[in-house]
C-alpha cells in the first residue's frame, strides 16, 4: 500500500472516529440531561414566611443527597399564579409541589378540615402530630385520593385583631363587620353572629385602615407577618381552631418519580417537620409578648362570657358533624380521634 493510500485511511478512520465521539458525547449528554429531574414548586407566601421554612429545607437537602439529580425551582408570593389555582397547576403539571393553607380548598380538603374546629386544637406542634396521625389511621383518605401529602404545618390557634373595638361580649362583636379566611373558618365566625365579609388577602391592611372591615380573625404569625398590628389595637386571645397549611403533589406526579428519589423525600420530611418547629419558635418564642411590645393589647374573655360562645361553637362542631357524616366522611371518629391525640400533649 502506497504513502497516499495510507493518508487516505488514517482520514477515514479518525473521521469516523471523530464522529464516534460526537454521538457519544452527545449521547452521554442527553443521558445526563435525563437524569435531571427539574420540579417547579408554587405558594401563595413570600419567600420568607415561616410556612416556606419546611419545603425550603426539604428542597435544599433533596438536591444535596440526590448530588443535583432533583433540582426545585421555587416560585413564591404567586409568582406562577393564583391561590385558588394551585391545585389545578398541580393537576395540569404547571407546579409539581404546592404550599397553601387546606382553608382554600375546603370542598376538597373536607375531612381536614377538623383543624378549624374551635376549641380542639391549641397549639402548632400539636396541629401536625394530629394531622400525620390522621392520615396513618386512614381518617383523611377521602381528602387524599388524589394527591401525595408531603408536610402539615400547622398554625398557633386563631383569634381576632380588632381595630378600635375592644370587643368583650357577643353583643359588641356582633355590630361589627368581621374578615374571616373563607371556608369552615368563615362558617365558624358566622355561628357567633358578627356580619362576616370577604377581602381578598392583599387588601385586608388597607380595608382594616379604612374601616371597611371592624377587625379580622386569623392566625398570629400571620396577623404579624402582613404587619395587622399597625392598623388594629386589639388582641382578643380567643382559641379558634388552627390554622393547617399542606405542602403536596399530585399522586400522578409522585408516582412518577423514581423510587430512590421518593424514598429520599419520605426520609427527609420528618426532619423537615423539626426543622420547621424549631425555626418558628426560636423566631417567635412567646407570641402574647411580642404582641404586646408591637403596641397590641392582648386580653381574653370573662370565664362566663367566654362559655356563652364556647356553646355556640360546640353547636357549630355538632352540625359540622352532622354535615360530613350525611356525606360519608367519618368526622365524629376523626373529632374523637383528634381529641384522643391532644391529650397525649396535655
Not at 144 to 161: Q, R, V
Not at 326 to 342: L, M
Request: aromatic content about 10%; overall charge neutral; hydrophobic content about 45%.
Amino acid at each position: 500500500m502506497n504513502r497516499q493510500s495510507v493518508i487516505r485511511m488514517s482520514g477515514v478512520l479518525l473521521l469516523g472516529l471523530a464522529l464516534l465521539a460526537g454521538v457519544f458525547v452527545q449521547g452521554t449528554s442527553r443521558a445526563s440531561a435525563a437524569e435531571t429531574i427539574n420540579l417547579k414548586f408554587a405558594t401563595l407566601f413570600p419567600q420568607q414566611d415561616p410556612m416556606c421554612y419546611g419545603p425550603q429545607y426539604l428542597f435544599r437537602e433533596l438536591e444535596k443527597r440526590t448530588g443535583g439529580k432533583v433540582k426545585v425551582t421555587e416560585f413564591y408570593s404567586q409568582s406562577l399564579g393564583k391561590a385558588p389555582e394551585m391545585l389545578d397547576m398541580l393537576d395540569k403539571g404547571i407546579a409539581d409541589i404546592a404550599v397553601f393553607p387546606i382553608a382554600i380548598f375546603p370542598r376538597v380538603f373536607q375531612m381536614s378540615s377538623v383543624m378549624s374546629m374551635p376549641g380542639l386544637i391549641g397549639k402548632r406542634a400539636v396541629a401536625g402530630e394530629v394531622m400525620y396521625e390522621l392520615g396513618y389511621r386512614g381518617l383523611l383518605d377521602k381528602d387524599f385520593a388524589d394527591y401525595k401529602a408531603l408536610m402539615w404545618e400547622g398554625t398557633e390557634a386563631m383569634g381576632f385583631g380588632f381595630v378600635d373595638k375592644k370587643v368583650t361580649s357577643l353583643e359588641d362583636l356582633r355590630k361589627l363587620k368581621v374578615r374571616a379566611p373563607g371556608g369552615a373558618q368563615s362558617d365558624i365566625l358566622k355561628a357567633l353572629g358578627p356580619s362576616v365579609v370577604t377581602i381578598p388577602t392583599p387588601d385586608i391592611y388597607m380595608a382594616l385602615d379604612r374601616g371597611v372591615a371592624d377587625g379580622l380573625t386569623t392566625m398570629p404569625g400571620w396577623y404579624l407577618t402582613m404587619k395587622m398590628h399597625e392598623v388594629t389595637k386589639y388582641w382578643l386571645w380567643k382559641p379558634m381552631g388552627i390554622g393547617a397549611n399542606l405542602t403536596v403533589m399530585s399522586k400522578k406526579k409522585w408516582n412518577s418519580l423514581p423510587a430512590d428519589v421518593r424514598a429520599e423525600i419520605a426520609d427527609i420530611l420528618p426532619a423537615a417537620k423539626y426543622h420547621f418547629l424549631q425555626r418558628i419558635t426560636e423566631q417567635i418564642p412567646d407570641v402574647k409578648a411580642h404582641l404586646r411590645e408591637l403596641g397590641v393589647e392582648v386580653y381574653t374573655l370573662d370565664p362566663k362570657e367566654e362559655a356563652r360562645w364556647n356553646a355556640l361553637l360546640d353547636e357549630y362542631t355538632e352540625s359540622w358533624i352532622a354535615d360530613m357524616e350525611a356525606k360519608g366522611y367519618p368526622a365524629r371518629e376523626t373529632v374523637q380521634a383528634t381529641k384522643d391525640i391532644v391529650k397525649r400533649f396535655d
